[in-house]
């Protein structure tokens, strides 16, 4: 599915108002919320003026800003601005730019899970980046009342299983527990016309 369709999709699950949701205990934001998983963003740009209230940087290797696998706050998922359009970085800016035109009614909190190494070349995140950035965004689905998750990050070539999407027990688990607290997670597939 085209990856513009795919946040088109998402923005609109979330134009349901905040305080519809029952499942919202203690939220101290009160617009709906969007996790997105991807590259990284540049908060610079004006179309993101008050529309990104949170960034986390979630990798296996230790790429984050702050020279360490985890880090979370101002500059989390940023990169310097020389290194936003080396090896699909920009991705992230694109989605969140999709997501927000679709939807200017929803706040977005975006989680960087794509490393980068010094040149600029991506690295590869596995199965533990995943399950760590799917779990940060449940325990914290209050706090930002997040009601739904996008990543289309991946490719089957990496993949173990016959699946595109292979679904492991530890990534099923945390799945349905955002299900269940009713935050759906879309996990785009096809990425370079990749139709296998």
């Not at 296996?60 to 360490?68: L, S, Y």
């Not at 985890?70 to 940023?78: D, L, Q, R």
Request: with cysteine; net charge positive; glycine share 4%.
């Amino acid at each position: 599915m085209n990856k513009k369709i795919t946040s088109a999709l998402i923005a609109l699950t979330l134009l349901i108002p905040a305080t519809a949701n029952a499942n919202i205990k203690s939220q101290t934001v009160s617009k709906p919320t969007l996790a997105i998983l991807d590259t990284s963003i540049d908060t610079s740009l004006p179309i993101f003026k008050d529309k990104i209230i949170y960034e986390v940087c979630i990798l296996e290797w230790t790429t984050c800003p702050n020279g360490k696998s985890f880090m979370e706050g101002p500059g989390s998922a940023t990169l310097k601005p020389d290194m936003y359009f080396k090896s699909g970085f920009d991705h992230g800016t694109q989605m969140a730019s999709v997501a927000v035109q679709s939807n200017p009614d929803m706040n977005i909190v975006f989680v960087r899970i794509i490393g980068q190494n010094i040149n600029g070349d991506r690295q590869i995140s596995y199965e533990d980046t995943i399950v760590n950035a799917l779990k940060w965004v449940l325990d914290n689905k209050d706090k930002f009342n997040i009601q739904a998750i996008s990543m289309s990050q991946g490719h089957h070539n990496l993949m173990l299983f016959k699946d595109y999407c292979p679904i492991t027990p530890r990534t099923k688990t945390l799945v349905q527990s955002l299900s269940s607290a009713n935050i759906p997670a879309f996990f785009a597939a096809g990425n370079n016309r990749d139709y296998t």
